[in-house]
């Protein structure tokens, strides 16, 4: 896998994207392709479930561009199978606190680092029965809340997690800002750039 991604960010260069929350054929071949480094697959806002996000990773992966799964939530059973799926990256909203980050990480990464189910069928038949000694999954945590924003310091510090992003929007619905007001700085940054 490429990581298109997290090593322009590490570089300090921009990643350009797009996003898609249709899950259909159509839309995935009409916004991906070689002017986007990776596409923002929207599994918590749009529709996608399972099947079509397992076909948007695998349309990715067919034309050469990275992914980039947002999950539904943060639940273990589920990282754990939207990181079988062998997205470039996964981003998983909402993480408020160190401790919910942990458990991110124990549900995204194998031991010793945490406690991730090994057994995919797609990670054995695309990387061999060892993938799990150094699966190059990027880790994106969300942070959307004051509380998120206090305790950004100590979840970028986990080993394990590979980015923040600013998730903007939600952040502002909650200090009352209006959304017609812009950020100036940018969303993604990385916290392991030499991974």
């Not at 480094?37 to 561009?65: E, M, N």
């Not at 799990?132 to 950004?152: D, F, K, S």
């Amino acid at each position: 896998m490429r990581r298109t991604c997290l090593m322009a960010l590490s570089a300090s260069q921009s990643a350009t994207t797009t996003s898609t929350t249709l899950p259909t054929d159509y839309c995935l071949i009409e916004t991906i392709g070689p002017m986007w480094d990776f596409l923002w697959i929207d599994g918590q806002h749009g529709p996608f479930s399972y099947d079509s996000a397992l076909t948007a990773v695998r349309t990715t992966d067919l034309v050469g561009t990275d992914s980039l799964l947002r999950v539904p939530g943060q639940e273990h059973s589920l990282l754990g199978l939207y990181a079988d799926m062998l997205p470039s990256a996964m981003m998983v909203p909402v993480v408020n606190t160190p401790e919910q980050a942990k458990a991110v990480v124990d549900a995204t990464r194998f031991p010793p680092l945490g406690n991730r189910s090994y057994g995919g069928r797609r990670p054995i038949d695309f990387l061999g029965r060892d993938y799990y000694m150094g699966e190059g999954l990027v880790l994106v945590l969300q942070i959307e809340t004051p509380e998120a924003v206090e305790n950004a310091a100590a979840i970028a510090a986990l080993e394990g997690v590979d980015a923040l992003f600013l998730g903007a929007d939600d952040l502002k619905i909650q200090l009352g800002v209006p959304q017609k007001m812009r950020a100036k700085s940018p969303a993604v940054w990385p916290v392991r750039p030499n991974r």
